[in-house]
């Protein structure tokens, strides 16, 4: 039996572009955890069965939209703290590169959610929520 390859933590990168041409891609300090997710809407058809009307049917499903989201938690670094708190400040559309060891994936996205959370005794955490503003590539090996 082959054992798997497997990617350690440092192998999967969330890093944010700085809007210049060429853009030049930043992984900030003090994320400890990160997930990418991808999502589809879809639309159901109830498909009847026409040998036989009372057998219950099975569903269709069209996918009529596609959207993505990144999340991260970790400590609060302060000397990258300020670039999370001015883009969620701000509104804007910031390009971002995930990648997964060789994969990456390049697109838009919002900064929709920032918590700060403090608790005496231990160091102050946050986390972030980018969600898709827009066509999101898929992670390929470039």
Not at 18 to 29: H, I, L, Y
Not at 45 to 58: F, I, K, L, Q
Not at 67 to 95: L, Y
């Amino acid at each position: 039996m082959a054992k798997a390859q497997t990617l350690p933590f440092s192998k999967f990168l969330v890093s944010l572009g700085d809007g210049n041409s060429p853009e030049v891609f930043s992984a900030p300090c003090g994320l400890n955890s990160r997930s990418f997710n991808r999502t589809a809407a879809t639309n159901e058809t109830n498909v009847p069965d026409c040998d036989d009307p009372d057998a219950p049917s099975w569903l269709d499903r069209d996918i009529v939209s596609k959207s993505a989201a990144i999340s991260g938690a970790g400590v609060v670094a302060d000397e990258d703290f300020d670039t999370w708190e001015s883009w969620f400040d701000s509104g804007t559309t910031r390009n971002i590169k995930v990648q997964l060891g060789t994969r990456v994936s390049v697109g838009p996205y919002k900064c929709t959610k920032l918590n700060v959370t403090g608790q005496r005794g231990s160091r102050v955490t946050f986390d972030v929520t980018l969600d898709s503003d827009g066509e999101i590539a898929p992670l390929v090996t470039p």
